[in-house]
């Protein structure tokens, strides 16, 4: 479930900022890797609906971050303006991608690569968006935090989601909050992926697998899972940040309602083979019937109800991604 992170190269990002319930024009241009004048509009009744056409965008210094370790892939992700805040490049740094591809040479290498079973890890820019992009929810969290990691795949984006949250908690441990927490959730619909996942945080990450801690005062926060990616994780919702790692079809409404009140999702929503973009969705606030609160006390509540009005919306870059695979179909 994780995708084939082909996004465009962009010199910033081009954001339209909209809520679910509003119509939504957009400016069509090519899918190629440079800014293009728009053509005609095309208009949505929904924004659950796809658009039909892409919207124009301008080069970025993607795909160019390569290195020959780690650290000086980071550092080049960095200088490109894609990281943004220090504990970003720091839980990237932690995270040798070397332990998570199969082509140990080009590691470094700012592409997607096979994982086997049909999947990829993403472009290291591809994960450091996600990270940036998930970081403001994370922030904005007391005490406690919660992720989920739709599509874990190899594991890496799943590691560093966990030494960014660790990082964190060491922080806010020094300032005086004994309580703080932190569960990062990993699920894939391959029991093969979600062992390999498991062997390569054991490489060098092993400290951050639930399943791999004696140790009673571990700070460990990784859990990885078998788990159909459209239902999500419902017993360990809701979570402050979620990423799926494959392009849905449709808004994945079970997901979506996953969220906790001011949580952040980034999915990447389009047809396989056709027009694809990824959105960041951020939960407003809950339903009549099942409110959220976010206090503390009272965060963890559940609702099943969908209501589109709850979410707003932002579309990020242009993307295509192997789908969010339907089981039992």
């Known amino acids: 479930m994780t995708h084939i992170a082909t996004s465009l190269l962009w010199t910033s990002r081009e954001r339209t900022h909209r809520r679910f319930a509003r119509v939504f024009p957009f400016a069509a241009a090519a899918l190629v890797c440079y800014a293009l004048a728009p053509v005609p509009v095309a208009v949505t009744a929904s924004a659950l609906d796809i658009p039909s056409f892409q919207p124009s965008v301008n080069a970025m210094r993607a795909w160019t971050c390569h290195g020959r370790t780690q650290q000086e892939m980071v550092s080049k992700l960095k200088q490109a303006g894609i990281i943004k805040h220090d504990v970003v490049q720091d839980a990237m740094n932690k995270v040798d991608r070397a ?116 140790d009673s005062g571990s700070q460990a926060t990784v859990e990885l899972k078998v788990g159909d990616g459209w239902k999500g994780l419902p017993e360990a919702a809701p979570f402050d940040a979620i990423h799926v790692g494959a392009a849905a079809d449709t808004f994945p409404k079970n997901l979506m309602s996953q969220l906790a009140v001011g949580g952040i999702m980034i999915c990447p929503v389009g047809p396989d083979g056709g027009y694809q973009s990824l959105y960041k969705i951020k939960r407003l606030h809950g339903s009549d019937e099942h409110p959220f609160s976010t206090s503390d006390v009272d965060k963890h509540s559940s609702s099943t109800t969908f209501t589109e009005s709850d979410y707003d919306i932002e579309e990020l870059i242009g993307v295509r991604y192997v789908p969010l695979v339907h089981l039992n179909e």
């Open 99 to 214: 332990n998570y591809v199969l082509d140990r040479a080009s590691a470094h290498v700012d592409a997607p690569q096979s994982i086997g079973y049909g999947q990829t890890i993403s472009a290291p820019h591809m994960h450091a968006h996600v990270l940036e992009d998930l970081l403001p929810a994370l922030l904005s969290s007391k005490k406690s935090i919660s992720i989920l990691d739709v599509g874990c795949g190899s594991g890496y984006l799943t590691a560093c989601l966990g030494r960014l949250v660790d990082t964190m908690t060491t922080t806010t441990t020094t300032m005086g909050v004994d309580e703080w927490t932190a569960n990062v959730y990993g699920i894939d619909f391959l029991p093969e992926l979600v062992t390999f996942s498991m062997q390569n945080m054991q490489k060098e990450d092993g400290d951050l697998l639930v399943q791999s801690s004696s």
